[in-house]
């Protein structure tokens, strides 16, 4: 039986949709279908110059493809401030939602998505593609080894990139009525869901901004970065800006071991990519040299990492589809977490690096207002 | 004609000292003259066993060694605790002094000592060996390369190793009473010289502790960090312990490139040592792999870095014994510098993780000072 095909949708022509596209291509359970664009002209251009397959459908309005019986799954690749507005909608349609990071505004707004997702069974999963690919289920491994990793101490994140006078300028990440988070919600939420990962996420108690977060004009954070404090002494610390040159770090300190990755978000190339650990090192007799030094790990893939993200949703949304499996819940609680520290970081930013506590609480409380919530929809649909 | 020969007393046996003694006897212009513990019988093992040249002095006390006319410098090594006593009476006997890191408890008892080696003609320079390693100054000639490193936005240093339980309860390093400064004295005085060696030595205006340090039970600093702030908008980060697997990083990121080194202490290999370096790093059309990768420079030596410290050392002595030059300002300012970071850093901790400003008025009014002292002082001797 070959296997089934998840036709996608896509809302917009964003830059970001052509790598989806070619992604979506890549992967083996999915299939370009439709592209929704304001402009005709500009949704046509963009299927035929992204390898839509004849006979796909090119909408002039985003309703219009949510209309579309035939769309399964819809990427949103719009910017966050449109999120909650079109990643409901696309719920309520009963689409799949393959969800761009950052995933909204705050984590008040993505509950709305994760409800209407929740209450309609269909998948969400946020565009964090670095986690989809095979190293970082081997980094897990390391980590996750009491051996050879032992407890976390200590992990230091930063993603940055040098933009141009141009981004800088029209960028939507940079407008506070498209993208009003800024560099934090961009490349701050790649250090964040990296700090959890690296956590296990494991939820911090307490997040305080660094200070001097650089901001544009309208107030738009360009640079920032913070530091996250656990119940167990676990210390993470972060920086994410739009003004240094292109950095990708993750170094994890653990009692017995340490790892280095450096281009964790997007591999120096597409094939294979590699990370740095070693375990119980120490110095010679004499404190000249390292009786050992870091191992490199090379992680080959035949796919890249979105192409790995596509065919993971794809395959979650025929579990729903075609054996009437529930949507998998570890993508949005993932996803949410991550947006809870990047709320945290920009309210202590606005209230003077004062420290935020992650309320578990609130946070335990609002997952049991989803169950909650599905209970009484499972009571309503029988 | 022959290069003269600096003599070097040791005073104590402590471990590093052994390192120190093998530096001596490496380094070109310098020679093991003398040892002294209150114990004899000690000094005389730790002079055989250290490649002490026959002939070699062997005194009981640290006094009689000072008292030795032969001796031209003296090498410290002793507990922090007991620094200021016994630098300055170095001083006072006209011995140039080598003094092990952290050079005080606290810059106000340093100053006694710069007071001390200024008055007295000789010079002094701390034990931070990573400085004087070939390496430093190729990674020095990168950021400061407009072009190639353009202007320093972030750095982020770490230097952590995991104790083992002797460590914990016996090393001088953990004692209130030896070296109250623990972790961020030790391992926090490498990441801190690290952060000031990328800024080019300019101090920050506010430095801010991690919260949650890990003490011991008397209260010594075990694990800590720190975020310090530029007037510029620079923006650094470390963190030291005892209590993560050996780690020592310097990640600094400029507006065009980036540099990475993950042994900038200790190098994994006494002969060669890199570093990672990348200029105007991007991304390729699709966002899907780098336009470069970071190139690893690898630059070798002959000689290990603390013989090359020594020999710098010996240089200036030499300098001032042989050609009647001025003792080298440069060093003390750096390890002052050091310092100064070094005591925001536990003041914030024992104000409750509050910023303290680095008072550059005074640092600039302490030099001021010593200009004058070292003016007056030259009064009385003409």
Redesign the interface.
């Known amino acids: 039986m070959a296997e089934p095909i998840v036709r996608f949708g896509i809302l917009g022509c964003a830059d ?1 949709a ?2 989806l596209s ?1 992604a979506i291509t890549l992967a083996p359970n999915a299939t370009l279908y439709a592209v929704a664009s304001r402009s005709n002209e500009k949704a046509t251009a963009f299927a035929s110059a992204n390898g839509f397959p004849p006979g796909s459908k090119i909408y002039g309005s985003y309703e219009a493809l949510l209309d579309d019986p035939d769309v399964d799954a819809v990427y949103v690749p719009l910017p966050t401030s449109l999120h909650v507005h079109w990643a409901v909608l696309v719920a309520q349609k009963k689409k799949h939602l393959l969800l761009e990071k950052p995933v909204a505004l705050n984590a008040a707004e993505f509950d709305k998505i994760i409800e209407a997702c929740e209450s309609n069974g269909v998948q969400l999963m946020d565009g964090t593609m670095w986690v989809h690919h095979p190293r970082t289920a081997k980094m897990a491994e390391f980590l996750s080894d009491e051996c050879r990793f ?1 407890r976390l ?2 992990v ?1 994140t ?1 993603f ?3 933009s141009d006078p141009d981004f800088l300028k029209n960028d939507i990440r940079v407008k506070p009525d498209l993208d009003a988070l800024g560099s934090l919600g961009d490349a701050g939420w790649y250090c964040i869901r990296s700090i959890l990962f690296t956590a296990n996420f494991e939820l911090p108690k ?1 997040v ?1 901004a ?3 977060p ?1 901001l544009n004009e309208a107030g738009v954070i360009l ?1 920032c ?1 913070a ?1 996250l ?1 656990w119940e167990d ?1 676990k ?1 993470a ?1 972060f ?1 994410c ?1 739009f ?5 990708m ?1 993750i ?1 994890a ?6 790892l ?1 990755v ?2 964790f978000v ?5 094939k294979e990519a590699s990370f ?1 650990s ?6 010679n007799d ?5 009786t050992k ?2 191992s490199k790990h090379i992680v080959t893939t035949e796919l ?1 990492q ?1 192409a790995l993200m596509v065919r993971e949703f794809s395959r979650l949304v025929c579990d729903i589809k075609f054996k009437s499996l529930k949507p998998e819940k570890k993508w949005p609680t993932m996803s949410r977490k991550t947006q809870l520290i990047v709320d945290a970081v920009k309210t202590s930013i606005d209230k003077g690096f004062e ?1 935020v506590h992650i309320n578990e609480h609130a946070s335990v409380s609002v997952l049991s207002g989803l169950d909650y919530l599905k209970k009484n929809l499972l009571g309503k649909s029988t």
């Open positions: 970001i052509r790598k070619r032992g101490q200590k230091h930063m940055t990139f040098a307490t305080i660094l200070r001097d650089q640079s970065g530091s404090y002494g210390v610390t920086h800006s003004l240094g040159n292109l950095t770090d170094t300190i653990g009692t017995k071991g340490s280095h450096h281009d997007i591999p120096y190339q597409e740095f070693v375990s119980e090192a120490g110095f004499l404190v000249t040299g390292w030094e870091p890249p979105e420290p």
